[in-house]
């Protein structure tokens, strides 16, 4: 997510906060990759973002790239905002469809979707400075599954999974990262499960929500879990979300961790 873009202003993701699109090729064979900007259907909205309102807002440069066998390629997602004071303080969203073009005699076509979701500053820019981000922090693994929880019972977060949580200052400067707790409606879940929302149905709390971290500096995250002492939640599952921002930027990008669960 990226937060707080200004009214009448161009952006490139890649010159904003270092985010271009990677897209890699495992085949043995060349490909030729399209990128479209599409306008999320409603079911795909997340962090209460709406659809955004023109396609023509959004591109990627260059729009077709070729990536050879075994290889990476990377394009520019880039995002222009009207001058429109209607905009002001409202969160959109819009994806960006990767696919393949079949070359002669293929049948098959592939596609991967990224979501973008951007927010709009409540208050119109009046500097002559360009806004900037920082995107020099990585938040690894992406995506983490507890054991099955007792309700009633603190967990420590350190202590529940194999692989601890960590925090990564991939700059060659010192930063200062905010940490978040978000419920589940901050990101899609695996297809074929529902999931409740874990902050709905207990706690997780971080030890440290801000960190100063050293250049190349990983911290591994401390906190404690706890679900409600309810009946209604048992074999339930849940997820809820970790966000890691470098602060105090104009500019301000996330990186997520997923976080499931089941209530045992």
């Not at 209607?86 to 073009?101: E, Y």
Request: aromatic residues 4%; contains cysteine.
């Amino acid at each position: 997510m990226v937060e707080n873009l200004k009214i009448g202003h161009h952006y490139s993701l890649k010159a904003l906060v270092n985010l271009p699109l990677l897209i890699s090729n495992n085949s043995e064979q060349p490909m030729r990759v399209s990128v479209d900007a599409l306008v999320p259907d409603v079911s795909e909205l997340r962090r209460g973002a709406e659809a955004i309102p023109n396609i023509h807002w959004a591109s990627a440069m260059p729009d077709t790239i070729e990536i050879p066998s075994h290889s990476q390629s990377a394009t520019d997602l880039r995002l222009d905002i009207p001058d429109r004071a209607d905009l002001l303080g409202r969160r959109f969203q819009v994806v960006f469809w990767s696919h393949n073009l079949p070359q002669p005699g293929q049948m098959l076509a592939y596609g991967l979707k990224s979501r973008v979701i951007f927010s709009i500053d409540p208050v119109r820019d009046t500097s002559v400075i360009e806004p900037s981000g920082e995107m020099s922090v990585t938040l690894m693994p992406d995506v983490v599954q507890f054991a099955a929880l007792v309700p009633g019972h603190e967990y420590r977060l350190d202590q529940l999974i194999g692989e601890p949580i960590r925090v990564r200052n991939t700059s060659t400067r010192p930063i200062s990262v905010e940490l978040r707790v978000l419920g589940a409606g901050a990101m899609a879940a695996p297809a074929g499960t529902a999931y409740g929302d874990l902050l709905k149905s207990g706690t997780v709390k971080l030890s440290e929500p801000r960190l100063m971290l050293a250049p190349g500096e990983e911290r591994v995250l401390s906190g404690t879990v706890t679900l409600a002492k309810r009946g209604s939640i048992k074999g339930k599952n849940l997820m809820c979300v970790i966000a890691a921002a470098v602060a105090d930027q104009s500019v301000r990008t996330e990186v997520y961790s997923r976080l499931y669960a089941r209530a045992r």
